[in-house]
């Protein structure tokens, strides 16, 4: 896992985990790594896998149970929320960036659908 120093570490690993929900990469009921072994894994501070473990536990990601561990909390709205949001997000900073280089709004959907047909057209003909 790489950080990016413009946002608190913790974050970036809630986000983490929201990520792997959202592709299936954990599973509602899994458990998941100590703090510690997380901390090791990915080579920071503990105190920042705790953190980030009690921001998981108190916006409803995770559940503790003492003695037994940490588990994904059984929910699948959840993830479509997660989903969505993080959608949101990207296309948010997707759409600042792309009109900070002067494109208008109505330009925007033609350059996407270009790029996806270009995408296409790579795949097809075996450049990718």
Known sequence: MEFHHS???????????KKKLIRKDVEPGEKIPSQRELAQEIKVNPNTVQRAYREMENEGITQTLRGKGTFIVEDRRMIRRFKKEMGQKTLN???EE????????EEI???VQDYIQDQEDRKDSGTE
């Open 7 to 17: 946002r608190p570490i913790y974050e970036q690993i809630v986000e983490e985990f």
């Open 93 to 95: 900073r997707f759409l």
């Open 98 to 105: 792309i009109e900070a280089l002067g494109y208008k709004k």
């Open 109 to 111: 959907p033609s350059l």
